[in-house]
């Protein structure tokens, strides 16, 4: 970004925040005076190049899911954990390569398949491997099963989705984001009706935050390879949960588990705004998707290779819908899911959400902008954790952020 001066007062308080997620919504609303583009940090960040005129920042602080989120859950089953949701299931692809090539069970990219081949939707906009860099992503619009295989798989890098919707020329397209992403673009279709003719279907998957480009490199110093040297990087996928993997240029292959990957080298470089996040489930869209981990004796998550297997949560009656006529279809395989059993499954959603709380006062507290936050049940969420916890994550931030500014 620019200097904090100079920005418009929406991307200012952004800023001053550290609230930016990198969605790319800014650069979709002016998009001839905001720019996205690589920060030092490894994240992508916008740049304004010109004026934004004050309609266009009025939809920025509008739809910016840094600065905040509101959801009404409509008559829903309204956890305070999960948000509200219609069903959750587990399940996987039909396809064997498609579940292979995924993260998970490949339920995500089996729906994606099924959606263009039904004609319920002409493509997908998603995002792929960089053939530039192959731990970076870029948007794709996916056309076929071809497509999607190719883009199947976790990227745990930065990624805008939303300064490339104009890559979508004609028919409806289905839209594939982060819980953010999804977020601004909700809010962006209740005011723009052609956007939301455009993307009629909305999907998402759990995200455990956005960690800098300088985390995949780590992979990569790690496995003893470079950039340049590296051809194809998969951060998972090829199994479940899959290795990081590093295909060199001459075909040798380096790899290490996805505990090791997420646990030590990206997650500790996740963005901040990940970490005051108060929606990392995809409250917002029609269809979410994870992985439903098997569990120990003692309810811990395991990472033992094994078939892979989806969550699915369907949040809305159109998500619903279009699952179900998918599983007729033959396209996904499914069975009920108890939601009491989410938690244990995924430790890591559960103890971000009952941190929350805590972590914002700990962010006020530092003097610095906070999202706003309605209808995320976050007290509620709060009191399902225990008061150590929250004491811990409360310091914790604001070490954290007095460290940040001695920097």
């Known amino acids: 970004m620019t200097d904090t001066q100079t920005l418009t007062p929406a991307l200012a308080r952004v800023t001053k925040g550290g ?20 920060a030092g ?21 509008k739809a910016c899911p840094g600065l ?20 959750m299931h587990t399940g996987f692809a039909t396809d064997p ?15 994606l398949a099924w959606l263009i081949e039904s004609g319920e939707v002409k493509s997908a906009l998603t995002n792929t491997a960089d053939p530039d860099r192959a731990v970076a992503n870029v948007p794709i619009l ?38 953010c992403d999804v977020v601004a673009l909700r809010v962006m279709q209740t005011t723009d009706p052609v956007l939301a003719a455009q993307f009629p279907v909305v999907l998402s998957f759990f995200c455990a935050g956005v960690p800098s480009l300088a985390g995949g490199e780590s992979i990569l110093e790690a496995l003893g390879v470079t950039p340049k040297t590296t051809a194809v990087f998969r951060y998972r996928g090829h199994g479940w949960p899959g290795r990081a993997t590093a295909v060199a240029k001459d075909g040798s292959e380096t790899s290490m588990t996805y505990e090791e990957s997420w646990g030590s080298r990206l997650s500790p470089r996740v963005q901040h705004r990940c970490k005051l996040c108060a929606d ?56 009920d899911f108890d939601v009491t059993k989410l938690a244990a499954m995924q430790p890591g959603q559960t103890r971000r959400r009952q941190a929350l709380a805590a972590r914002l006062a700990g962010q006020r507290l530092l ?6 936050y309605r209808g995320l049940s976050l007290r509620k969420a709060a009191q399902t954790g225990s008061l150590k916890w929250a004491l811990r994550n409360l310091i914790g931030m604001i070490r954290r952020g007095r460290s940040a500014g001695k920097d």
């Open 41 to 61: 940090d490894g994240f992508l960040r916008p740049r304004q190049t010109s004026v934004v005129t004050s309609d266009q920042d009025a939809a920025i602080s």
């Open 97 to 111: 390569e498609l579940r292979f090539k995924a993260s998970s069970g490949g339920a995500l990219s089996g729906m």
């Open 280 to 335: 990392g489930t995809g409250v917002a869209a029609d269809l979410v998707f994870a992985d439903a981990w098997e569990t120990d004796t003692t309810g811990y998550p395991l990472f033992e290779e094994a078939d892979g297997i989806s969550l699915i949560v369907a949040r809305t009656r159109k998500g619903a819908d279009l699952l179900a006529r998918a599983i007729a279809a033959g396209a996904l395989e499914a069975q």
């Open 142 to 179: 996916a056309k076929n099963r071809s497509d999607i295989a190719r883009a199947a798989g976790s990227r745990y890098a930065p990624s805008a989705p939303l300064a490339a919707l104009d890559m979508v020329e004609d028919g409806p397209s289905a839209f594939v984001g982060k819980p």
């Open 367 to 372: 003097g610095r902008t906070i999202p706003k």
């Open 19 to 38: 609230l930016c997620s990198g969605c790319g919504a800014c650069r979709a609303i002016a998009p001839t005076a905001i720019i996205m583009e690589l």
């Open 68 to 87: 905040g989120q509101c959801v009404s859950n409509l008559g829903r089953k309204d956890h305070p954990l999960w948000g509200p949701f219609l069903e």
